[in-house]
């Protein structure tokens, strides 16, 4: 959906998630209506319609007495997200469930670009952009719906937690990422979308080590 297309709740909703996968809001944080409403220019309606959204993909919680926080991501359940990611990945493998959007090229050759110039040293912001950009493309590339908007639901309820130790552990976050990227173009470039899903499903997995990184890590 392009910008012009979005209404502002979009727009308000998907600038607070970004700061949420950002860690600019961490986990505990209160989400304030009157605050909100304020820096965004609008009545509490839509800002209560944003943080009503945020709870339902669970990456807020409302809180009696307290109010709307930002919810605990624990462990467990990111390891157990990108599992389920990566069953889903398997399954549009497996029933090529997978469609090509019109922009596939326009899309990949600046996003390869982007993984290719990553340093371990890189801010947080990039470490983001190229996480939410892969996931982008993977979502444009699956032909189901439902599937789709799970897989959704699963990245941005683990991605602050990617995103929190890609900035902990940089240089084993820039390997994982670049390996995947690298494994994904030849599938891309020959338009085999079900290796790209296959592959997919493989790599995901391998971020398991960046929320529980091993000894020496």
Excluded at 92 to 108: F, G, H, Y
Excluded at 176 to 199: A, C, M, Q
Aim: glycine share 6%.
């Amino acid at each position: 959906m392009s910008t012009s297309q979005k209404s502002g709740v979009d727009i308000i909703y998907e600038a607070i998630r970004e700061r949420i996968c950002l860690g600019v809001y961490a986990s505990g944080d209160v989400l304030y209506e009157g605050e909100l409403g304020k820096e965004f220019e609008v009545s509490r309606t839509p800002i209560r319609q944003v943080l009503q959204r945020l709870a339902y993909e669970k990456l807020a919680v409302v809180k009696v007495g307290v109010g709307t926080t930002v919810q605990d991501q624990p462990l467990a359940a990111q390891l157990q997200g990108l599992k389920i990611r990566a069953g889903i990945y398997r399954i549009v493998d497996d029933l090529a469930i997978t469609e090509t959007p019109a922009d596939i090229e326009a899309s990949v050759a600046p996003l390869y670009y982007r993984v290719s110039r990553l340093a371990a040293g890189a801010e947080r912001e990039k470490f983001w952009s190229i996480l939410r950009d892969v996931h982008l493309l993977t979502a444009s590339l699956i032909a189901d719906d439902v599937l789709q908007r799970t897989d959704d639901m699963l990245f941005y309820r683990t991605v602050p937690g990617l995103v929190r130790q890609a900035a902990q552990f940089p240089e084993l976050a820039t390997s994982l990422i670049r390996t995947e990227f690298d494994r994904l173009v030849d599938p891309i470039e020959k338009g085999d979308f079900k290796e790209f899903f296959r592959v997919r499903s493989e790599t995901l997995l391998t971020f398991c080590d960046l929320l529980d990184p091993k000894d020496g890590h």
